[in-house]
Nanobody, 126 residues
Framework: QVQVVESGGGLVQAGGSLRLSCTASRLPWGLYRSGWFRQAPGKRREGVSC????????SYAPSVKGRLTISRDNAKNTLYLQMNSLKPEHTAVYYC???????????????????WGQGTQVTVSS
């Protein structure tokens, strides 16, 4: 059974930084796209950033460009999200997700992903 586990969330002051990690295990052999999503209290889940098959295929939501950086270590099957200059409105549960990919592109739509983690809480205090 596929396991996706996020870590690295916590409480941080406004202006601070966090790096989230996500490790996927037992993924069936094949190519995958992966992404980070977040759900703030009372809001719908939204896509934040994603990777396609290749390391050079990435996408960011317009609201996070320049402040968040997605990266990964393929040897460890680990996805990262570096978040800088955090604000209270960035408080949310952050999820990562994986899905089989047959072309090298990624999307920020959560319907496009099959394997999800339980999420990690990020709380930014003012």
């Amino acid at each position: 059974q596929v396991q996706v586990v996020e870590s690295g969330g916590g409480l941080v002051q406004a202006g601070g930084s966090l790096r989230l990690s996500c490790t996927a295990s037992r993924l069936p052999w094949g190519l995958y796209r992966s992404g980070w999503f977040r759900q703030a209290p009372g809001k719908r889940r939204e896509g934040v950033s994603c990777f396609g098959v290749s390391d050079t295929t990435t996408s960011y939501a317009p609201s996070v460009k320049g402040r968040l950086t997605i990266s990964r270590d393929n040897a460890k099957n680990t996805l990262y999200l570096q978040m800088n200059s955090l604000k209270p409105e960035h408080t949310a549960v952050y999820y990562c997700a994986y899905d089989r990919a047959w072309i090298d592109r990624c999307t920020l739509g959560d319907n496009d992903y099959t394997h999800w983690g339980q999420g990690t809480q990020v709380t930014v205090s003012s």
